[in-house]
């Protein structure tokens, strides 16, 4: 997918470090003709142990012709660390951004307002970066997430899937909320659930999923949904019959884009998002 992107309307600035850790790097992409000022950050997916930011060049091409400055980055990887640590590590990036944009020549309120996309894990990240600001203030970044999408997210994380297990080792149980149990979601009340965390303080969401998705299952984003809807969080919820998990996020390419709508779908809330 990478390989068929266009490139020829912006400049990928590769590898810019956020911390220590090799793995700590990022890369942006500066639109030619920028026409917004947010800025946008793509997280991969990979079940929190595969992945990073060079498969995924793809997208950070497709955001970018859209006039948004663009940022993918890397991030530690289990069996290196477990959660929280995923999350910090995008929050640090994030911290990072206004500096390395600045000197890209953007002004001093480069990505004061930043719009997450995330797939899978990813996706996972982003939404606990918008239901819980304090991986941001413990980053200090003074940020903030305007909107949030999230691809095929898994918002309601069960423990002992095995695709979880010893990743998540050492969460604390959340107190379960009372809307929480008036909606019939009494199980996996842990700290690593966007759905345990959600606010009414929280931004706008787009929840997008493939309703033939085998890896993470549809009802994570329906429960999501209706966990917003209850706090009256301004959302969407889109799915698309015959999708799976894979073919969601490579619909963001110029080749997927012949095989579903999402990216079509990405860009009209985009676009909705921006006249609100």
Same mark, same amino acid.
């Given at each position: 997918?990478? %390989?068929?992107?266009?490139?020829?309307?912006?400049?990928?600035?590769?590898?810019?470090?956020?911390?220590?850790?090799?793995?700590?790097?990022?890369?942006? %992409?500066?639109?030619?003709?920028?026409?917004?000022?947010?800025?946008?950050? #793509?997280?991969?997916?990979?079940?929190?142990?595969?992945?990073?930011?060079?498969?995924?060049? #793809?997208?950070?091409?497709?955001?970018?012709?859209?006039?948004?400055?663009?940022?993918?980055?890397?991030?530690?990887?289990?069996?290196?660390?477990?959660?929280?640590? #995923?999350?910090?590590?995008?929050?640090?990036?994030?911290?990072?951004?206004?500096?390395?944009?600045?000197?890209?020549?953007?002004?001093?309120?480069?990505?004061?307002?930043?719009?997450?996309?995330?797939?899978?894990?990813?996706?996972?990240?982003?939404?606990?970066?918008?239901?819980?600001?304090?991986?941001?203030?413990?980053?200090?970044?003074?940020?903030?997430?305007?909107?949030?999408?999230?691809?095929?997210?898994? %918002?309601? +994380?069960?423990?002992?899937?095995?695709?979880?297990?010893?990743?998540?080792?050492?969460?604390?149980?959340?107190?379960?909320?009372?809307?929480?149990?008036?909606?019939?979601?009494?199980?996996?009340?842990?700290?690593?659930?966007?759905?345990?965390?959600?606010?009414?303080?929280?931004?706008?969401?787009?929840?997008?999923?493939?309703?033939?998705?085998?890896?993470?299952?549809? %009802?994570?984003?329906?429960?999501?949904?209706?966990?917003?809807?209850?706090?009256?969080?301004?959302?969407?919820?889109?799915?698309?019959?015959?999708?799976?998990?894979?073919?969601?996020?490579?619909?963001?390419?110029? #080749?997927?884009?012949? +095989?579903?709508?999402?990216?079509?779908?990405?860009?009209?809330? +985009?676009?909705?998002?921006?006249?609100?």
């Amino acid at each position: 997918m990478n %390989y068929l992107a266009p490139r020829s309307h912006c400049k990928r600035i590769a590898d810019l470090p956020y911390d220590q850790d090799p793995r700590h790097t990022l890369d942006i %992409y500066m639109p030619k003709h920028k026409t917004q000022d947010e800025v946008i950050v #793509f997280i991969h997916g990979g079940a929190w142990d595969t992945g990073n930011k060079n498969e995924y060049q #793809f997208a950070g091409l497709a955001f970018s012709e859209l006039g948004y400055i663009t940022a993918v980055p890397s991030y530690r990887l289990y069996p290196q660390v477990q959660f929280p640590q #995923f999350i910090d590590d995008v929050a640090k990036a994030i911290a990072s951004l206004p500096k390395h944009l600045r000197l890209q020549g953007e002004g001093t309120d480069a990505a004061k307002r930043i719009i997450l996309i995330g797939h899978s894990a990813g996706a996972h990240t982003a939404a606990m970066l918008a239901s819980d600001p304090s991986y941001l203030a413990r980053a200090q970044s003074r940020s903030v997430i305007s909107t949030c999408i999230g691809l095929a997210g898994p %918002y309601d +994380l069960p423990l002992d899937d095995p695709l979880v297990v010893g990743k998540f080792d050492g969460v604390t149980l959340h107190d379960i909320s009372e809307q929480r149990i008036d909606l019939g979601h009494e199980h996996n009340a842990h700290e690593a659930n966007p759905i345990n965390l959600a606010t009414q303080a929280m931004p706008p969401m787009c929840l997008i999923h493939g309703e033939a998705d085998e890896t993470v299952g549809p %009802y994570h984003s329906e429960r999501f949904a209706k966990m917003l809807k209850h706090l009256a969080v301004g959302h969407q919820h889109i799915t698309y019959p015959g999708v799976n998990h894979r073919h969601l996020v490579g619909g963001i390419s110029k #080749f997927g884009r012949l +095989l579903n709508p999402v990216f079509k779908d990405i860009c009209t809330y +985009l676009k909705a998002h921006k006249n609100q």
